[in-house]
């Protein structure tokens, strides 16, 4: 069964440090999308990427988050400079059609961040 | 009020049992309504998605009140594994424009 890979699993850096987390969607999908888990909290969305552009994003997602499909296969979140409070699960997903319809976001395993 | 608001729970039930969650949203507009499954430190699932009419699959019924604004999941006949995280997920549209918020989930927890 296809699924969405996400690397690394633990990412730890310090502070002020950039950080690039990778993803590679179900290859024949054309919705992706980042969201966020802060340990005990909800799952919040950061943005949503369709055609090679951002098509929503979230008041979370602002000018030190960036995404980037670079080739066929790979979907990148950078952060960049981190801050303590950006420690969370950073989870992809990715759906054939948009999430607005019933079509199933399909979700990584996620990326745990720790900011020290 | 809250975007998408959940009861947190937990709700601890023996297996067997039947159990109701409900969930709220304060967006009139919205458009689209899922219920997903999340176990401990990991990824969201998709359980159903909600439509108007309601549906089931399975032991699982999904209804949508779109006059009250919310929707419940109802679980038949409860087993040991449906012990989890229940999350209402909400968006503003049908296309990939649209904002997607999570509830903060409802606690399950089957004894045996």
């Known amino acids: 069964e296809p699924e969405v890979t996400q690397t690394p699993s633990h990412q730890v850096t310090q502070m002020g440090q950039e950080v690039i987390l990778r993803c590679v969607p179900i290859?024949?999908?054309?919705?992706f999308y980042w969201y966020r888990q802060i340990l005990g909290q909800k799952v919040e969305f950061l943005v949503s990427f369709y055609n090679n552009e951002i098509s929503e994003k979230s008041e979370i997602f602002d000018d030190q988050f960036s995404v980037e499909r670079p080739d066929g296969s790979n979907f990148t979140l950078k952060i960049r400079s981190t801050k303590l409070e950006d420690s969370a699960m950073y989870f992809c997903?990715?759906?054939?059609?948009?999430?607005?319809?019933?079509?199933?976001?399909?979700f990584g395993p996620g990326t745990r961040l720790t900011v020290t | 009020r809250k975007e998408v608001e959940q009861d947190p729970g937990p709700f601890n039930v023996p297996e067997g049992a039947t159990v109701a969650f409900n969930c709220t949203y304060s967006n009139s507009a919205s458009q689209s309504f899922f219920w997903y499954r999340q176990d401990c430190r990991k990824e969201p699932k998709l359980l159903m998605s909600?439509?108007?009419s309601g549906n089931e699959d399975g032991r699982f019924t999904a209804q949508l009140n779109r006059a009250s604004q919310y929707i419940s999941l109802l679980i038949r006949d409860s087993k040991l594994s449906d012990s989890a995280t229940y999350l209402c997920?909400?968006?503003?549209?049908?296309?990939?424009?649209?904002?997607?918020?999570f509830g903060s989930g409802t606690r399950l927890s089957i004894r045996p």
């Open positions: 909600v439509y108007s």
């Open positions: 290859s024949n999908h054309l919705y």
């Open positions: 997903a990715s759906s054939p059609d948009a999430a607005g319809t019933a079509y199933e976001q399909y």
């Open positions: 997920v909400v968006t503003s549209g049908y296309s990939s424009a649209s904002k997607i918020i």
